[in-house]
């Protein structure tokens, strides 16, 4: 039997087939594009860039920790900067640290950061054990984009910071002693002009300070949770 052939000559199955052959290989190369740009996304910062970053401390920093994340709490009770376009940074000084920003992924409104997320904390983990910053304490700040409440928005940030802080502790074995964490919420903006943009989901990672030394085999003993020297002066008295 004859094959059915169009005016040109050219059997239409075998034109059919060829289109459609054409059609698989575009089909195949669009999937793998789609399922590489997740990965491009997540290459980040080396992590020769991100001692770079870090490795600049030329003043120890007199943040203390815990005063940040209760100012972020009394600027939220007194209803403060109620409009998230150009909010004013609740810390100046803080983006004044040497520091980098990861654009560490979690689940939607949860803690639990995404697998493609911890080749950069491998990498951040790598950073913080090089011989040029492991005599240094890091804060890590958790910051979310301006949705949805405030209050609620500070309390994700600490719970992502914190689990970023664990990752990097449990997983990475990097020293607990030598990294903090607090979380923002909308109140640290990475664009302020753009206050729901998803860069302001980013993590911040920030050098504060020198560990102190102690005489004996204890090795270093870092500074008390990340308060000023001012601060534990205070407290010996």
Do not use: W
């Not at 609620?152 to 990097?174: G, M, P, Y």
């Not at 204890?218 to 500074?223: E, I, L, N, S, T």
């Amino acid at each position: 039997m004859q094959s059915v052939a169009d005016p040109s000559g050219v059997p239409l199955m075998a034109a059919l087939a060829r289109t459609l052959a054409r059609a698989s290989v575009l089909l195949v190369a669009c999937l793998l594009a789609i399922a590489a740009a997740p990965a491009r996304a997540q290459e980040g910062p080396t992590t020769e860039a991100m001692v770079g970053a870090l490795d600049k401390l030329e003043t120890p920093s007199d943040l203390e920790v815990p005063a940040l994340r209760q100012q972020a709490q009394d600027r939220i009770k007194a209803r403060a900067d109620l409009n998230p376009l150009k909010r004013p940074l609740l810390s100046a000084a803080l983006n004044r640290q040497p520091h980098i920003d990861l654009d560490i992924q979690f689940n939607p409104d949860t803690p639990v950061i995404r697998p493609e997320s911890y080749r950069t904390l491998g990498r951040l983990a790598d950073a913080l054990t090089n011989p040029a910053l492991m005599s240094f304490a890091f804060l890590v700040v958790g910051r979310v984009e301006a949705n949805g409440r405030r209050d609620n928005n500070l309390a994700l940030s600490h719970r992502r910071a914190e689990a970023i802080r664990d990752a990097l502790v449990t997983t990475f074995k990097v020293s607990s002693k030598r990294i903090f964490a607090v979380g923002l919420g909308e109140e640290q903006l990475v664009d302020a002009n753009n206050p729901k943009a998803a860069v302001n989901q980013q993590a911040m990672v920030a050098t504060l300070h020198e560990i102190v030394p102690v005489a004996g085999p204890a090795g270093v003993k870092p500074a008390e949770a990340g308060k000023s020297a001012t601060a534990r002066k205070a407290g010996k008295k």
